[in-house]
């Protein structure tokens, strides 16, 4: 009798055990899935600066993992392939990288840059329009074939949210607000930021103010 009742017990023991460990399961699997899920909520195609490459970028992306994934890609004014002057061909690569994050389930989608790859940014947002959002690090104050910066961002569309970002040690610096930033249609989401740094280390410094403006887009 007591063999049978200790038998009785273990099953009963293990029973128990195999309920926690299901259940334990069934809310990892539950948190994997929300955790998927949220890191759809962002996407952001960066393009470098001119005769550049898409390796700072990428290090940038790195920083912004935790919000925002970011996709750094090589541009037709990179150093390698040395063709600044296909902007046509650059807004059909966009929109085609853009379409493919949404395919894959990105809620929302942003185009951005640094230097001149910042300008072509605001150029596509303006002619395209197919972006939530626009980041603008360290823009040029006339890019080669683009044109001036308070024309291009005079030219963004109005439900545009733009992150604008300046180097304390940037020669645009002095301008201010009014030169550029101001004239582009105004969004409540729209942001001013600048950071100790040059021209060509803003958008290094800039990964904290950048993944806070990300974090705050509805």
């Excluded at 063999?3 to 948190?31: E, I, K, W, Y």
Aim: proline share 6%; glycine share 8%; charged share 20%.
């Amino acid at each position: 009798m007591i063999h049978n009742n200790l038998m009785c017990h273990n099953l009963t023991a293990r029973r128990a055990v195999l309920r926690l460990a299901l259940a334990a399961a069934t809310l990892s699997s539950a948190g994997l899935a929300w955790a998927q899920a949220d890191s759809k909520a962002c996407a952001l195609v960066l393009m470098h600066d001119r005769g550049g490459s898409a390796a700072p970028m990428a290090a940038l992306g790195r920083k912004l993992q935790a919000t925002c994934m970011v996709k750094a890609v090589e541009m037709p004014w990179s150093q390698r392939r040395a063709n600044d002057k296909d902007l046509p061909g650059a807004w059909q690569e966009v929109t085609r990288h853009i379409r493919d994050l949404r395919q894959q389930g990105y809620k929302r989608v942003l185009v951005g840059g640094a230097g001149f790859g910042a300008n072509a940014a605001m150029a596509y947002a303006g002619a395209v329009g197919d972006a939530d959002g626009v980041v603008a690090l360290a823009p040029e104050a006339d890019a080669p074939g683009i044109g001036g910066l308070p024309a291009t961002a005079m030219a963004l569309r109005q439900h545009t949210p733009v992150l604008w970002v300046l180097g304390t040690d940037d020669p645009l610096f002095q301008r201010g607000e009014a030169f550029a930033f101001a004239k582009a249609p105004p969004h409540p989401q729209s942001r001013y930021e600048t950071v100790k740094a040059d021209r060509k280390g803003t958008a290094d410094a800039a990964s904290k103010p950048l993944a806070d403006w990300l974090k705050s887009l509805e």
